[in-house]
């Protein structure tokens, strides 16, 4: 499985950025699919997850309002639309995929559940 995410770029304080992350090769059915930031000098954090079958999605309260995240299962891919940007979301962002397995115990919000990272897209807030 390899995920490539895109969509990053410069923005203003305010305003506006949509990730997208696209997932190739074998039979794609992960379990949870979830976006986590890494800021300079800083571990990489959780920032929204979202599950493959059904509605159930996650985020970090410092999010919570502003972020959305969604997915299109016919394209796998996921989506994060970002809104109302600040300068400290300013960060790589990278998405990755819980691989669905009998008796797991999933986490949507442990980085330490994923098993495919992409390979990360820079976000700039300017204030």
């Known amino acids: 499985v390899q995920l490539q995410a895109s969509g990053g770029g410069l923005v203003q304080a305010g305003g506006s950025l949509r990730l997208s992350c696209a997932a190739s090769?074998?039979?794609?059915?992960?379990?949870?699919m979830g976006w986590f930031r890494q800021a300079p000098g800083k571990e990489r954090e959780f920032v929204a997850a979202v599950r493959w079958s059904g509605d159930s999605t996650y985020y970090a309260d410092s999010v919570k309002g502003r972020f959305t995240v969604s997915r299109d299962n016919a394209k796998n891919t996921v989506y994060l639309q970002m809104n109302s940007l600040k300068p400290e979301d300013t960060a790589v962002y990278y998405c990755?995929?819980?691989?669905?397995?009998?008796?797991?115990?999933?986490?949507?919000?442990?980085?330490?559940?994923?098993?495919?990272w992409g390979q990360g897209t820079q976000v700039t807030v300017s204030s």
């Open positions: 090769g074998r039979a794609f059915s992960p379990y949870y």
């Open positions: 990755a995929a819980q691989v669905s397995t009998f008796g797991r115990n999933y986490n949507a919000l442990r980085r330490d559940r994923y098993d495919y």
